[in-house]
């Protein structure tokens, strides 16, 4: 947290998706992540893999992530879930970031916090592999997105106005970055700039391909 509290009333923060945000997840990591997602539905739900990967697209659209739908329909335990489903034994193989995208990232003026969905110990994991670790200023994981012993991840808004409560920001200094459609209009919703890090819905402030448009 920034040592004066009135740079930290005036100081632009960016709330930053982890995955397809900082790094491209669509490489390596989302399908085998998909897949198993896929597996564990299977598994637990008792489906062929073409029913569960139609239940897995359906959730994520419906709710805006997976993990959701498998909690609210289906009361599957979340930690089982997120650690069935984010474990890579070969993860730094899978990760790329480009060198110019981490030297933006490091000129980008304001402070800045990861807002992922992914569990800590992935996310830590992807920021240092990928040498982004020492560029932010904090993590806010899935585990952090609790409210009342509920888990309430992105699209929550309830979550995201608890988040900025617990840090003390307002909406109107906070700038999130993300690839998820329904995330960025939860976000707006509640009076944060959204700003869409691949393909940009109508409904987002703009449309960025990479760091450096934002740290220019």
């Known amino acids: 947290m920034p040592r ?6 005036s100081q632009t923060v960016w709330l930053l998706d982890l995955d397809n ?3 491209d997840a669509s490489w ?3 399908p085998l992540m998909n897949a198993q997602m896929t597996a564990f539905i299977e598994r637990h ?6 029913e569960a990967n139609r239940i897995r697209a359906h959730f994520w659209q419906r709710y805006g992530a997976t993990l959701l739908g498998l909690m609210h329909e289906h009361g599957v335990d979340a930690a089982q879930f997120l650690r069935e489903t984010h474990d890579f034994p070969h993860l730094p193989r899978m990760l790329r970031c480009d060198g110019s995208e981490r030297a933006a990232l490091a000129r980008l003026p304001g402070r800045k916090l990861v807002l992922t969905n992914a569990p800590r110990n992935y996310a830590r994991r992807v920021l240092k592999t990928l040498k982004l670790w020492p560029l932010v200023d904090g993590l806010i994981a899935v585990e952090d997105m609790g409210m009342f012993h509920k888990l309430r991840p992105k699209p929550d808004a309830r979550m995201l106005r608890h988040v900025l409560a617990r840090h003390r920001l307002r909406p109107a200094q906070c700038v999130l970055v993300e690839d998820t459609p329904g995330h960025l209009q939860a976000a707006r919703r509640i009076g944060l700039r959204a700003i869409c890090r691949w393909n940009a819905p109508a409904c987002t402030d703009g449309r960025i391909s990479s760091p450096r448009a934002y740290a220019a």
Request: net charge positive; aromatic share 6%.
């Open 4 to 9: 004066n509290p009135a740079c930290a009333a």
């Open 21 to 23: 945000t900082l790094h």
């Open 28 to 30: 390596r990591v989302f």
């Open 45 to 50: 739900l008792g489906v062929e893999r073409a």
